[in-house]
């Protein structure tokens, strides 16, 4: 297999057949509370992309020196540094979906996804292979949530990323966008996938 | 111990830890300058907040100046809440009025409320939200602006500066120290009454106190 060929299905895998909230259910938290519009699933995605990138490039470059021991706290030194530099730019230059998203951007820090990529791929690979995993997961993951958000907001608002979508005559369902209207979509969209995938196998 | 390691244990801690030791300088470093950078914007983003929330509930204010830096608030089990009053200027410099943030636990998470007051610290201006996690629907009405239609922020416009009571029933166009829960959010609406509570006539006192009112 060439290395381009290898690379793209690192990638892909992270969209996919690894997609690290459809099929390894990972990251539940945020997918089930920033969920309600697009617009803070975006930010969030997009945060979790930054971060895993951060930890993935570190934890790769210094995967020779990392003892065993010490590994977990320099995955979570690392991480945490991300999250904490990812929660000052949006206070810096989004101070509005900083306040939308409240807590669940530093919660990032607790996200089994960017560790787990740390110890699965970036402590094991070079360089180059941990970038394309943490872009692939964090696409994966980002996708997941706009799907999931994009369904939430229009059934919701009868709006997506706030712009009107919905005839006058339709009539907002109040409960997907509460906690409820969330178990029940990520429920259907994780069935869905199953589905596929069963039909593929 | 194992005969690899060094018999110096100092030299085996340095050894096992240099790499976290370092790093954890480099990334505080880092946090310290991104920080040091970014600050100025985060305080003024957060000032501008301020401003638009408090000059909505003070229509007349142009600019808001620090009159009291630090005001102690007894919030209950032995903590106390920082708050700092502002005074509301008008175009000529007169005074219309007072504003301050405080804080209380709501039904998900912490509410902080922008809170203003008339110029002799005996009526409400009304509250704005300026952070709150309450469930959407039902909580999360007590961020719905008067001119938008919610019904409870405008019961806090014209009310006596005074302990506060809540219930369930009621007209809530009528406008006393008493506050008509939102149906289905009792704990958001208690949760908004217990912090007016908490802060008010405490803050008054402290202001009387400073002779910043009469």
């Not at chain 1, 470059?61 to 929660?87: C, E, G, N």
């Not at chain 2, 039904?107 to 002799?120: E, N, Q, R, T, Y």
């Not at chain 2, 406008?175 to 959010?185: F, M, Q, V």
Request: charged share 15%.
């Amino acid at each position: 297999m060439s290395n381009e060929t290898s690379l793209n299905k690192t990638f892909f895998a992270g969209i996919w057949d690894n997609n690290p909230v459809l099929r390894l259910l990972l990251g539940m938290c945020p997918m089930l509370a920033v969920t309600a519009a697009v617009k803070p699933a975006l930010t969030m995605g997009l945060s979790v992309i930054f971060v895993l990138l951060f930890s993935n490039i570190v934890v790769s470059l210094l995967r020779h020196q990392l003892k065993p021991h010490v590994r977990i706290l320099m995955f979570t030194l690392t991480i945490a540094t991300a999250v904490t530099i990812a929660d000052l730019a949006l206070k810096a230059y989004l101070p509005d979906m900083s306040a939308a998203l409240g807590p669940y951007i530093p919660l990032i820090i607790v996200n089994c996804i960017i560790i787990g990529r740390a110890e699965a791929c970036a402590s094991k690979n070079g360089l180059v292979v941990s970038i394309i995993d943490a872009l692939g997961m964090g696409a994966g993951f980002t996708l997941a949530l706009c799907v999931l958000a994009s369904i939430r907001e229009v059934l919701a608002t009868g709006k997506w990323f706030e712009m009107p979508v919905m005839p006058d005559a339709f009539v907002p369902w109040a409960g997907m966008g509460m906690p409820v209207g969330a178990f029940i979509t990520l429920g259907l969209m994780l069935g869905l996938v199953a589905i596929i995938n069963k039909k593929k196998a | 111990m194992s005969n690899s390691q060094p018999k110096n244990p100092i030299l085996f801690f340095l050894q096992q830890s240099w790499l976290l030791m370092v790093s954890a300088i480099l990334f505080g470093t880092l946090l310290a300058s991104l920080n040091y950078a970014w600050s100025p914007k985060i305080k003024n983003n957060e000032t501008n907040k301020f401003n638009a929330l408090a000059g909505g509930l003070l229509t007349d204010a142009t600019t808001f100046e620090t009159a009291l830096k630090s005001a102690p608030i007894d919030i209950g089990k032995g903590k106390t809440y920082d708050v700092q009053v502002k005074k509301a200027l008008n175009r000529n410099g007169n005074l219309v009025g007072w504003a301050f943030v405080c804080e209380g636990s709501g039904f998900a998470d912490k509410i902080k409320l922008v809170v203003g007051v008339d110029a002799a610290f005996e009526k409400m201006a009304g509250f704005g939200v300026l952070g709150s996690n309450e469930t959407p629907g039902f909580g999360d009405k007590i961020t719905i602006k008067p001119e938008d239609g919610g019904f409870f922020q405008p019961q806090f416009i014209g009310t006596p500066v005074a302990e506060l009571t809540l219930s369930k029933i009621g007209n809530p166009e009528k406008i006393d120290s008493e506050i008509i829960a939102i149906s289905g959010a009792t704990v958001t609406s208690e949760a908004v009454v217990k912090t007016f509570n908490m802060f008010l006539l405490p803050i008054k006192e402290k202001m009387t106190e400073e002779g910043l009112l009469q």
